[in-house]
């Protein structure tokens, strides 16, 4: 079936230690996107990337890392710099862009809870 | 920012009536959407509305969009119990996607 699969879609991390979230998509899109969601609140963007081997910081960027090695997958890692990583974690794709511009929809995956102990 | 602000934050209807959402963003679109999402689940497109478009419709969905009052509103018609869910606008500037903190729609049987 096409689609974005997510793992885990749970996690749990100590206080520290850095934790890698998994996105891999094979519907053939070149946009990626990761989002994170708190508790009745909307969706900040983290990371996105348009092209293999490319990424550009979003609104809040501190504190997380991704690659973009292969066009199918998007990982973002989560690491001891991020304060308050308690959160749910979306990933999100898109065709791509036409003159520049993105015309189309995003597709979700089904997202991963990290819960800091 | 151009994060798109919904309004009401929170909506509880009967079954069979309508809900009318609100969206209000800040600076110039190339489109808006309207996407669902279940509790604990990811996003579900809805719909898109260009920038050069004023109404739109889908199924039981209608959408309307003012540039000029940068607002747009989602009407769901006939609402079932189904229909409960959170509802987010999202705008689009060239390759990024903003979301707002979306209405939490509450359809009682």
């Known amino acids: 079936d096409g689609g974005i699969t997510q793992s885990p879609k749970y996690l749990f991390r100590k206080e520290g230690q850095n934790v890698t979230l998994s996105c891999e998509q094979n519907l053939n899109h070149d946009a990626m996107y990761w989002y994170r969601q708190d508790p009745g609140q909307g969706l900040r963007l983290i990371y996105y990337s348009q092209i293999v081997n490319d990424f550009q910081k979003g609104d809040i960027a501190e504190g997380y890392s991704v690659s973009r090695e292969k066009k199918e997958s998007f990982p973002l890692t989560v690491t001891s710099a991020q304060k308050n990583p308690t959160a749910f974690y979306l990933c999100?794709?898109?065709?791509?862009?036409?003159?520049?511009?993105?015309?189309?929809?995003?597709?979700f995956g089904e997202g991963s809870r990290l819960t800091v102990l | 920012s151009q994060q798109g602000e919904e309004d009401p934050q929170a909506l509880s209807i009967q079954e069979g009536e309508n809900a009318t959402m609100n969206c209000s963003y800040k600076?110039?679109?190339?489109?808006l959407q309207w996407y669902r999402q279940n509790s604990g689940r990811g996003l579900v497109h809805l719909i898109l509305?260009?920038?050069?478009?004023r109404e739109k419709h889908s199924g039981r969905l209608r959408v309307t969009l003012d540039t000029s009052k940068k607002s747009s509103s989602l009407l769901i018609t006939a609402s079932r119990a189904a229909d409960t869910a959170s509802y987010f606008c999202?705008?689009?500037?060239?390759?990024?996607?903003?979301f707002g903190s979306g209405t939490k729609l509450n359809v009682k049987p």
């Open positions: 600076t110039s679109i190339n489109n």
């Open positions: 999100a794709t898109a065709e791509g862009l036409a003159g520049g511009v993105n015309t189309g929809e995003l597709f």
């Open positions: 509305i260009r920038s050069n478009e």
């Open positions: 999202a705008t689009t500037n060239f390759n990024k996607f903003y």
